[in-house]
């Protein structure tokens, strides 16, 4: 009887050591990759420089006012070589002092347009048209307004 349950002990056996090695293996993968997650997410977050250089380089902004002036340049000065603004000068209409032309000239040539939009409470349609081979020229028809006296433009280059 005993020479019976003999082979059956050793497949047991064989057996155990399997599952100890699978389970071995997988708590090894598992802290494995939780060490690197946690490597990865303290170098990421302590290090602001590298999020701000990296934010810049996925979606280059600027932000700028109604005189041309960049408030912000959040990676968009390496494509933009200058940004002028043209106000709207009738005397008694309706935008009068508000910008009704946004040129911008870029360094090299972009492909699309770069989103320009108002970040105050202005009701603004921008239209977009290339002119020469690295300028865009932006149109801005005004239904509304902000009482304020500055006026803030968001730029975004899309590439």
């Not at 155990?16 to 090894?28: E, H, K, N, P």
């Amino acid at each position: 009887m005993l020479l019976a349950v003999t082979p059956f002990l050793s497949r047991v056996g064989e057996i155990l050591g399997a599952l100890v090695f699978i389970v071995a293996l997988s708590a090894t993968v598992y802290g494995l990759s939780k060490y690197i997650d946690s490597r990865i997410k303290s170098l990421f977050l302590q290090d602001r420089e590298l999020l701000r250089k990296i934010a810049q380089a996925a979606r280059p902004i600027a932000i700028f006012d109604q005189k041309g002036t960049v408030l912000y340049d959040g990676g968009a000065s390496e494509f933009i070589e200058s940004l002028s603004v043209k106000l709207n000068e009738e005397p008694g209409s309706f935008a009068e002092g508000f910008p009704k032309e946004i040129v911008i000239k870029s360094k090299r040539f972009l492909h699309s347009a770069p989103l320009i939009v108002s970040i105050d409470p202005d009701d603004v349609e921008i239209t977009s048209r290339r002119s020469a081979m690295s300028d865009w020229i932006y149109r801005l028809e005004y239904s509304g307004y902000s009482t304020r006296e500055v006026t803030r433009f968001r730029i975004e280059i899309l590439r």
